[in-house]
Nanobody, 124 residues
């Protein structure tokens, strides 16, 4: 069973930065496409960013391009989301997800495993 555990969320002022981490159990981390999604209260879970197995492709949602950076360390079974220039509209629960498929997707149904989420709150 694959387990994903997010950390690094918190309260930050607008313009600040946070770095989220997602630790993945098991020996097959390097075979997964990894992604971050977020869900604000009363809204659907939205795609934020993804990263392919070797880190060569990293698509982003338009709303975070130029501010967020996704990366992975296959030796540590961990994926990261560096978030800079945070805005109040970035406030949400952030989820880490893993996909066993070979195609990157923005759709939640394309991911096989999910973490429990970590709260990010950006104050104005």
């Amino acid at each position: 069973q694959v387990q994903l555990v997010e950390s690094g969320g918190g309260l930050v002022q607008a313009g600040g930065s946070l770095r989220l981490s997602c630790a993945v159990s098991g020996r097959t981390f390097r075979t997964y496409i990894m992604a971050w999604f977020r869900q604000a209260p009363g809204k659907e879970r939205d795609f934020v960013a993804a990263i392919t197995r070797n880190g060569g492709t990293t698509p982003y949602a338009d709303s975070v391009k130029g501010r967020f950076t996704i990366s992975r360390d296959n030796a540590k079974n961990t994926v990261y989301l560096q978030m800079n220039s945070l805005k109040p509209e970035d406030t949400a629960v952030y989820y880490c997800a893993a996909a066993a498929s070979q195609w990157v997707t923005h759709l939640t149904r394309g991911y096989d495993y999910w973490g429990q989420g970590t709260q990010v709150t950006v104050s104005s």
